[in-house]
């Protein structure tokens, strides 16, 4: 199996259902050709019209059915593995750089909203806001299909921004989710961030320097933050994240433990196995073995 990048994808799809590099949106005769890879390292959005979706997120299995959201984030390893015959789907995958571009700093989604989504990425919608998002999601389709409009790219962020903040209320009114207030304490803010981060980088920078930069403050006052917050260093965050898809993809037989060793961006696979030993006590192939 081989994973998908975004230029790969970008490569075979139709100018009419991409924004440059950074979003396509497909529909099920497209995904269906995605079933050879997996992809990971993007955000992707899923919503389902009519039929069916069999998906592998981090090598646990689930269906997706009508009125169902997928949202994957891009530390999770993503593969659609059947579509029914059906089938119709709008299928968005993108870069964190057009989510920030679109959104332009709004935060619509419930504080929590990504915890939720680690535990399970399928929200279950009403027919009547899965009608009003797929209208949505027709606009967003019509705008990128509209090459010759001066303004396309204006319209793809607009559109996209549109059906996302429509999402949000959905989750806020049927869920009863609170409303994010403006003044969240300073390190729940860096807490969020953090994790966020981790969950988009974890794969391939392990390095607790690495995340103090991007969140401009010291490896100190990040790890004392940290600590504060959940009792635990940034490192066994960072690591518990690196173990949690390391024993998903272990459980996927198809993949060898090079490969695995390979997405997580180990040197090689004797280091994988030292550090995976550090943690389970096990090396990678025996866990294999055991389960």
């Known amino acids: 199996m081989e994973q998908l990048t975004m230029q790969q994808l970008c490569s075979f799809v139709a100018e009419s259902k991409k924004f440059s590099d950074r979003f396509v949106c497909l529909r099920a005769d497209d995904v269906r050709i995605l079933s050879r890879y997996y992809i990971i390292g993007y955000r992707v959005m899923v919503l389902v019209g009519r039929g069916s979706v069999d998906v592998s997120v981090n090598g646990r299995d689930y269906r997706i ?58 929200l279950h919608i009403s027919p009547a806001d899965s009608i009003t998002l797929w209208q949505h999601m027709l606009l967003l389709e019509g705008a990128l299909a509209n090459l ?49 981060l981790v969950w988009e980088h974890f794969r391939d920078n392990r390095e607790i320097g690495f995340y103090a930069k991007e969140l401009c403050v010291s490896a100190k006052h990040l790890s004392r933050v940290v600590k504060s917050v959940t009792g635990k260093t940034p490192h066994e965050i960072i690591s518990r994240e690196v173990m949690s898809l390391a024993m998903q993809l272990l459980r996927n037989e198809g993949l060898r433990i090079q490969q695995i060793a390979d997405i997580l961006h180990f040197s090689d696979q004797a280091a994988f196995s030292k550090f995976f030993r550090k943690y389970m006590g096990m090396s990678p192939a025996e866990y294999r073995r055991n389960f």
């Open 148 to 196: 010759k409009h001066y303004h396309r790219a204006e319209m793809v962020r607009l559109y996209f921004k549109s059906f996302v903040l429509e999402f949000a209320n959905i989750l806020l009114q049927e869920n009863d989710w609170q409303v994010p207030v403006q003044n969240i304490a300073k390190k729940d803010l860096m807490m969020s961030d953090f994790m966020n």
């Open 65 to 122: 059915t009508q009125n169902d959201y997928l949202d994957i984030l891009e530390g999770s390893m993503l593969q659609f593995k059947a579509i029914s015959p059906d089938a119709d789907l709008f299928c968005m995958i993108t870069v964190r750089e057009f989510l920030m571009d679109a959104l332009q700093n709004v935060v619509p989604a419930p504080n929590n909203y990504m915890f939720r989504l680690a535990m399970n990425p399928i």
